[in-house]
């Protein structure tokens, strides 16, 4: 547990532990919830397919490839328990190949047209 107020800035670090140099870290989805064990049904996205929900969401820069920083501000769901738990999805990629998740970055999904 780490312990917060609320509207303060919360900074995080995601790091691939690999001897290998030429991996790098991507932050695919990010969800905050008030359970720890449902993060679908009263939940709120603050990275959602690469692309930032949450308005006070920010990267830092990191000079590895292998660690991510980020930060938003801490908040709590209404008429619930004072904890928030995160549960994030990170995935990894071969450094410079530009054709693998990582290099895509935010992937917005289409929206479709309706029909008369």
Do not use: M, W
Not at 8 to 16: H, I
Not at 67 to 87: C, D, G, H, M
Not at 98 to 103: A, F, I, Q, V
Request: with cysteine; net charge positive.
């Amino acid at each position: 547990p780490y312990r917060v107020g609320i509207n303060q800035n919360l900074f995080l670090e995601a790091s691939l532990h690999s001897s290998d140099p030429s991996l790098q870290l991507f932050l695919d989805t990010c969800v905050a919830s008030p359970t720890r064990h449902n993060f679908t049904t009263k939940s709120y996205p603050i990275i959602e397919n690469g692309c930032a929900k949450d308005p006070t969401y920010a990267t830092y820069y990191s000079p590895f490839r292998h660690t991510l920083r980020f930060k938003f501000k801490a908040f709590q769901f209404i008429q619930s328990n004072p904890e928030v738990y995160l549960q994030c999805e990170l995935v990894v990629c071969r450094a410079y190949d530009y054709s693998s998740r990582c290099y895509q970055g935010c992937l917005q999904r289409s929206k479709r047209e309706a029909s008369s």
